[in-house]
């Protein structure tokens, strides 16, 4: 039990910056990416992007492939970046309802 | 339709290493804002983040079952909990686990602050658990229930005697 809390709390640390959890979110929900595809997404420089995917990569989240010209990133396929999706997932999740809520508090302004 | 670049008033932290808090600021007394929460109705509008949304059941008292279905893209994703506190207009404790995730529970603290202004303040903070760990906990939990039915059982016993 101890071994399997420990890998929250890690998932946790992995997930701890938003862009990283976005990434995380971005390859578990919609699949495989390039570096360039993420960087785009998020608004980013390929040098910042690379910096975070490393990052991930360093702790088992992401594994990465380069063909030819492209390097292609996907979920890690430990138990840990798993765990690390799911929180990212959750939050997302979380954001979305909210902002419809947020439409429809304001659609129904004047009930 | 929403786009990328509506504003979104949140913000999100981490203040422990088991919690993620979501903060929202919505345009709407907190009344109203308690209605879209816990009328089934009005939850329905909102709460499949535009996706078709079966409840199944909803019961926003402490010790209530919830259980929805959001249906997307041909697939059905299943949702469910229990309420554990259920104060109205200011504060809902609840369980979140996800069909997909079976044992990943979160336990949801949500509180609404009215900010005398017709705006309402939505915090939300999730600690997350690993299935061992809710395991673990409904196991001690569970053999303390036993033990305290034993202590009841032997007093019973001991009354009829």
């Given amino acids: 039990m101890v071994q399997y809390s420990s890998t929250l709390d890690d998932a946790f640390a992995a997930v701890a910056d938003p862009t990283r959890r976005g990434i995380i979110e971005r390859l578990g929900s919609a699949g495989p990416a390039s570096i360039t595809e993420l960087a785009d997404s998020f608004d980013m420089t390929l040098t910042g992007m690379k910096k975070h995917v490393q990052i991930l990569e360093d702790a088992g989240l992401v594994e990465s492939e380069k063909i030819g010209r492209v390097r292609t990133c996907r979920l890690g396929s430990r138990r840990l970046a798993k765990e690390a999706a799911w929180i990212a997932r959750y939050e997302k999740m979380l954001n979305d309802r909210f902002d419809r809520l947020e439409e429809f508090l304001g659609r129904t302004t004047g009930d | ?161």
Wanted: no cysteine; charged share 30%; glycine share 10%.
């Fill in chain 2, 1 to 161: 339709m929403m786009t990328a670049t509506a504003p979104r008033r949140a913000t999100v932290t981490t203040p422990t290493d088991r919690e993620i808090r979501i903060e929202r600021i919505f345009d709407a007394p907190r009344s109203k804002v308690w209605k879209a929460m816990t009328d089934p109705t009005l939850v329905a509008q909102w709460w499949g983040r535009g996706n078709k949304l079966v409840i199944e059941k909803f019961e926003p008292v402490r010790g209530g079952h919830w259980r929805f279905v959001e249906h997307a893209e041909g697939q059905q994703h299943g949702f469910e909990g229990r309420f554990r506190e259920v104060t109205p207009e200011e504060r809902v404790v609840q369980t979140f686990e996800w069909d997909g995730m079976p044992g990943h529970t979160v336990l949801e603290t949500l509180t609404l602050e009215d900010l005398g202004d017709g705006r309402t303040r939505l915090m939300t903070t999730s600690l997350f658990f690993t299935a061992e760990e809710r395991d673990g906990m409904l196991q001690s939990g569970m053999e303390g229930g036993v033990n305290q039915s034993y202590a009841a059982l032997d007093r019973l016993l001991e009354s009829m005697k």
